[in-house]
């Protein structure tokens, strides 16, 4: 079984800086693509960021030089350092990580909740 355990979120002021983190624990043989997505309230979940295990990076242009994704293969777990942030990123942040057992297949954490307001 894979578990993905996000932490680090809560409350923070406007222009303000958080780092989040997802680990994946299990039995598993390989991780490729680890991400993380956001849903606001009334709003569908979307994609923030994500990482490939070379480490190549991609952003959605709402967060760009804002957010920077980082993971520690060693450690299974990928990071979100959020500055800058605005009211318009609190959301409930889920990790996603396409991991290899039988075969390749997508699991997402529960989600931690990150509030931003004054």
């Known amino acids: 079984q894979v578990q993905l355990v996000e932490s680090g979120g809560g409350l923070v002021q406007p222009g303000g800086s958080l780092r989040i983190s997802c680990e994946a624990s299990?039995?598993?043989?390989?991780?490729?693509?680890m991400a993380w997505y956001r849903q606001a309230p009334g709003k569908e979940r979307e994609l923030v960021a994500q990482i490939t295990s070379g480490g190549s990076a991609t952003y959605a242009d709402s967060v760009k030089g804002r957010f920077t994704i980082s993971r520690d293969n060693g450690k299974n777990t990928v990071y979100l350092q959020m500055n800058s942030l605005k009211p318009e990123d609190t959301a409930i942040y889920y990790c996603?990580?396409?991991?290899?057992?039988?075969?390749?297949?997508?699991?997402w954490g529960k989600g931690t909740l990150v509030t931003v307001s004054s």
């Open positions: 299990g039995s598993f043989f390989s991780i490729n693509v």
């Open positions: 996603k990580a396409k991991i290899l057992r039988s075969s390749w297949d997508n699991y």
